[in-house]
């Protein structure tokens, strides 16, 4: 190695030396081992761009999916919330998009008109009920 060493500073100053079989053998083997670790760093570099792009582009399509899960089951709840007969003050409050204390605050006032029923300690509301009521009482509902 000390040999290696020497002969570059030797040719850098512009000195020939004279190498031996021995020398030019250990020359061109680390020559090759330095090509062969350049080469080797290179490719590893391209491994790893490769494999964050393709981790990259598996988020994006998983984020996808969870977004079209997310739409789907929403889509699911909107549907399962119109369909249902009976609804609870909470459940209605989300079918008729409103805070669920004005859904108290319009049973309690004494010019409401709103239907319901109050079943085993609780209060449920008819989805057809409702739905004429809101009909009939356009305009009526104040904030």
Known sequence: MQEFIFARKARKKGVAIALNDSNKKNYLLITILIISQVISSFISVQKINNLQNTAIN??????????????????????????KDVMSPL?????????????????????????????????????????????????????
């Open 58 to 83: 598996e988020i994006f399509n998983l984020r996808s999916q969870l977004n079209s899960i997310k739409g789907d089951l929403h889509q699911s709840t909107l549907q399962n919330h119109n369909s």
């Open 91 to 143: 459940e209605l409050a989300e079918y008729l998009d409103i805070d669920v204390s004005k859904i108290f605050d319009l049973m309690d006032s004494p010019n409401s008109t709103i239907p319901y029923t109050f079943i085993g300690g609780e209060y449920r509301f008819n989805k057809s009920a409702v739905d004429e009521w809101m009909k009939s009482n356009t305009g009526a509902i104040s904030n």
